[in-house]
């Protein structure tokens, strides 16, 4: 069956970021968390072993598909992007959806036993084993429960033998040879109730509460996989083992390798390791509903002051089992063409100057094997939600009444075959993490893995059935009637006339005659003419990394590298002079909104006309911030590379600083401030810059007025010089000719009038004092009363030694390590203990180093000891060899493979003049970590972080009124 995932939209704007290096100004583009819920894959002695036996899609040759005798599945492909690389995942079928009353969390909890002994590895030694050979620790090792499925990943850094060897090992250590002690239960289970406390916030508990009104009856939103804390704190090895012993089975279980290997190689490996494994059982069938279709006219509003004001209405209907087919593909086509279209207008409404809401959804979907639903979401301006559900509605009413405009659907179908042919254009150097996608998709959802050339092929014999007839037909047959739909209302405060408000808003706008659509006017893009094209005088190209570095006669620098890493794929990065050292003391908001000019659209084009005019083309526009530049960072190909560097001169050379930019900026600035304490990461983000700058305006958080302040001719006040003639450093990296590269920018950036030669050095903004203050500071929050954090903040340097950069980056790593090994395993009193270093290269004589981690409020004492106590160990003796190693061996791993992807080589392309230093130092980078010893951690160790010269940051519960 093709299971659609269904979303549950809660519309929550991302939280702030968490770091030291100052406040986070409000962001600029409201994000949003969302709830995915997949499914199992149900299955009886009479199904066939693989999804791609019934179906008439060719599936990929490249994969090889395998059962052992016991059952047990594997999918083997043979990979070479990235070089040298590999990803090893199982998927075990099974989840909290499993889970009895009493085993609620066991799971999630056995998940975290893997790495807690097992016959042939020691409790404890899991992790080492791996970081001993280049894997770190969460980036590289890493599991996760769902409510039907477990996952548990290793991505493997090299392609020996020896490492696959130890993967495979280690996987099937995992489904048949788990000691589950209970001294290793009773230490992890502080661990798990950390995660557990750590993640629940207010975006958590309004997921339990959506998911519960959504589906009252059904079982799924009762067995979340976080668990419940009575069982976790009652839960047993006994308990905990019988639980594996009757969901990991051969018959559930799936490994994936895919990587550079030799493919007979890996399936022998396999069948050596595996055959014997002989556990009985078959996939569990167990419900995740009933989700009732009559279930209607349900309302529930739900208040935190941190949430925004969001209003759903949904149904729920049967489920439809829908094989994953030609036939099947065609039809999801259609209807993610209508509901593309929907969401386009959604957009188009949101992005005025006056907007009636500032984002809307409406969408269907399967709720795991056990229902459909089709929802309509609406966030609203906080108090205007009447005016948001009545404008949202009536989008609703046309699309179904009217359907949709020939121009509408030629841009979704200019977008869609745009995607294929880019897709197909990279079938052969397709990345791991891709094919393994794909390959678990085939697992979890049953959906045939193809070949992106079939799709395109498949795809175009079609285009000609694609009509504004055949979208609407197939949105109608897909869409629950929301008739009586269950409302839901979300926000900070509630609805003036609660829950018959809600209900009659609906009722009034439903019954509203909708008016169709006028065919809108298609859209040429008009910047195509720059000047005259600059002239190349100076080209040469370096001998150590190959990077071609050219200057333009009007002082443009362009740096090219061609690779072969991933067909037709080029990445563009330009780099502006300017960024936050424009920011000053007197005015340190002067570069806040400067990321929304995208969103204020061109001279000449509005974004949403941008939108449509670029159509099918593989362009994006993009405009961002670092402390000294603006840059934009793009993915195109060959084919739109020169649209795509016209979009950018035009972005620097006629920004259109649209009012309705700022206007939805504004509306994000409520939910910001009002989160802005609502956790204890948060808190820590809103306070930590003033903390460490003794309130230095330009790293402290300003008053909400000041943002809501902010326009767009401040901004170009601000900017304006720095986009006519700021220093311009471009990076070209990728499926390049060359040739046509240079002629490209030429006759865009190139052709601008003379840029200043070199980027400004800002020297009277380079400055940036730490706090003298040492000790205890307190931070309140307003979230959980049993969330804390725990944070040593220490000053150190900038980055201009560059051994003694690398020496503190790795001590941060041994410390991280020590905190994890103190706080988590030996002590079960975190989830996820962390360390840092943050040498500036901006600021002269100014850098930090952090270590801490989220515990409980109740433990705070106890755990500010214990970090103390890490640290007091890492100062009084050299650090061991296994510790280095363990800290050493992923960043070594990360050398070698730092140049295998074109991001990678983004990085030392995109500033190659203006930073020669950066690729000195990637050269030098290996034998630089290599030469670390205990002697000379111990010894950064004891002149930085002695604990008594912290900022000791305890992030604490809001006492109450």
């Keep these: 069956m093709l299971k659609r995932l269904f979303i549950s939209f809660a519309a929550l704007p991302a939280l702030a970021s968490c770091a030291t290096t100052g406040a986070q100004a409000p962001a600029t583009v409201a994000e949003t968390d969302a709830i995915v819920v997949a499914e199992p894959v149900a299955t009886d002695t009479n199904d066939p072993v693989w999804a791609f036996e019934e ?14 005798d016991n059952g047990m599945r594997y999918i083997i492909r043979s990979n070479d992007t990235p070089e040298g690389q590999g990803l090893v995942r199982m998927v075990v079928e099974t989840g909290s959806i499993d889970e009895t009353e009493s085993e609620q969390g066991f799971a999630h909890f056995l998940e975290h036993m ?79 109730l950390a995660e557990r406390r750590d993640r629940n916030s207010f975006a958590f508990k309004n997921t339990i509460d959506s998911l519960a009104f959504s589906y009252p009856d059904a079982r799924f939103p009762k067995r979340l996989p976080i668990g419940q804390a009575e069982t976790i704190e009652a839960a047993t090895s006994e ?166 405009t020939e121009a509408e659907v030629a841009e979704q179908i200019a977008n869609r075959r745009t995607g294929l042919e880019n897709a197909a254009a990279n079938e052969g150097t397709r990345s791991n993490a891709f094919l393994t996608g794909a390959a678990i998709a085939l697992v979890t959802s049953d959906s045939v893995p193809s070949l992106p050339s079939d799709g395109l092929e498949r795809f175009n014999a079609f285009a000609d059935e694609i009509t504004p007839e055949a979208v609407l037909a197939a949105l109608r047959d897909d869409v629950i009637p929301l008739d009586n739909p269950n409302i839901r209302f979300i926000g900070k405060t509630a609805p003036e006339g609660g829950e018959q408000a809600l209900r009659a808003a609906w009722n009034t706008a439903i019954a509203r005659a909708p008016e169709p659509l006028e065919e809108a006017e298609v859209l040429a893009w008009p910047y195509t003419d720059f000047g005259t094209p600059g002239t190349v005088v100076s080209d040469q190209v370096g001998e150590a990394l190959g990077i071609r570095r050219i200057r333009f006669d009007n002082g443009v620098m362009l740096n090219l590298k061609r690779t072969e890493l991933a067909d037709n794929q080029i990445l563009v990065q330009y780099n502006l002079d300017g960024g936050s050292l424009l920011d000053t003391k007197d005015d340190p908001l002067a570069t806040a909104i400067a990321t929304l000019l995208p969103l204020g659209g061109l001279g000449e084009l509005s974004a949403d006309e941008l939108q449509t005019a670029l159509a099918g083309r593989t362009v994006s526009t993009s405009f961002n911030t670092t402390t000294d530049t603006f840059y934009g960072y793009v993915r195109t190909t060959p084919r739109d590379l020169d649209l795509q560097l016209q979009v950018m001169t035009a972005m620097l050379t006629d920004p259109g600083y649209r009012a309705e930019a700022v206007t939805r900026y504004r509306q994000s600035l409520d939910d910001y401030f009002a989160r802005l304490y609502a956790t204890p990461g948060a808190a820590y983000g809103a306070k930590i810059g003033e903390i460490l700058s003794d309130g230095d305006p330009r790293f402290t958080l300003q008053p909400e007025d000041a943002y809501r302040a902010l326009d767009f001719d401040d901004l170009r006040n601000a900017i304006g010089d720095r986009l006519a003639k700021g220093a311009i450093e471009i990076g070209v990296v990728g499926d390049i000719d060359e040739q046509a590269v240079i002629e490209a920018v030429a006759a865009t950036f190139g052709a601008l009038p003379d840029r200043e030669p070199e980027f400004r050095r800002y020297d009277d903004n380079r400055s940036r004092s730490f706090t003298a203050t040492r000790g205890e500071v307190r931070i309140e929050h307003t979230g959980e009363p049993d969330q804390a954090q725990v944070r040593f903040v220490w000053p150190t340097v900038d980055d201009s030694d560059f051994d003694r950069d690398v020496q503190l980056s790795l001590l941060a790593r041994v410390v991280d390590i020590a905190l994890t090994d103190n706080l988590r395993e030996e002590l079960g009193q975190a989830y996820s203990p962390y360390a840092g270093s943050s040498t500036s290269r901006i600021y002269r004589d100014y850098g930090t180093f952090l ?50 992807t074109n991001g990678g080589w983004m990085g030392l392309v995109e500033d190659a003049q203006r930073r020669t230093e950066s690729l000195r130092r990637y050269l030098a980078g290996k034998d630089a970590v290599l030469a670390v010893t205990g002697e000379q951690l111990q010894a950064l160790a004891r002149e930085y972080l002695d604990p008594d010269a912290a900022v000791q940051v305890l992030v604490v519960p809001k006492a109450e009124d």
Excluded: H
Aim: hydrophobic share 40%; no cysteine; proline share 4%.
């Design 55 to 68: 179906s008439d899609i060719g599936v990929d040759p490249g994969y090889r598909f395998g059962v052992l």
């Design 114 to 192: 893997v790495f807690n002994g097992s016959t042939n590895v020691p409790e404890g030694e899991m992790v080492k084993l791996l970081e001993r050979k280049g894997l770190a620790f969460g980036a590289d090792t890493n599991a996760s429960t769902g409510i039907d499925v477990t996952q548990y990943k290793l991505d493997l850094p090299n392609n020996s033998e020896d490492i696959l060897d130890t993967a495979l090992m280690l996987m099937r250590e995992t489904v048949s040879e788990l000691t589950i002690s209970q001294e290793a239960v009773d230490r992890e289970k502080g661990v798990v």
């Design 239 to 404: 308990g905990l083992r019988a639980y594996w012993e009757r969901e990991y089975v051969p018959a559930a279980t799936t490994l994936i390798v895919v990587g550079d290997f030799d493919i007979d190689m890996v399936e022998a490996k396999i069948r050596d390791g595996f055959a014997d494994w002989d556990r009985s059982g078959e996939t569990d069938l167990t419900s995740a509903g009933p989700i009732d279709p009559a279930y209607a006219g349900a309302t529930d509003i739900y208040l935190d002051p941190a949430l925004p004001e969001v209003v759903t209405f949904e149904r729920n209907d049967v489920y439809i089992d829908r094989p994953d087919t030609i036939a099947e593909r065609k039809a999801n086509t259609l209807r993610g063409i209508a509901y593309g279209i929907i969401g386009r207008r959604m957009t188009r409404l949101a992005r005025e100057e006056d907007p009636p809401f500032r984002g809307a959804r409406f969408g269907t979907g399967d709720v795991l094997d056990a229902g459909r639903a089709t929802s309509l979401t609406v966030q609203t301006i906080d108090g205007q939600w009447q005016r948001g559900v009545d404008a949202a509605i009536d989008e609703y009413n046309r699309a179904l009444a009217f359907g949709f």
């Design 851 to 900: 270590a801490g981690a989220g515990v409980d409020y109740a433990l705070l004492d106890e755990a500010r000891d214990a970090v103390i106590e890490t640290i007091t160990m890492l100062r009084e003796a050299p650090i061991d060899d296994d510790l280095i190693q363990r800290a050493r061996q992923p960043v070594l791993e990360g050398y070698d493979n730092a140049l295998k």
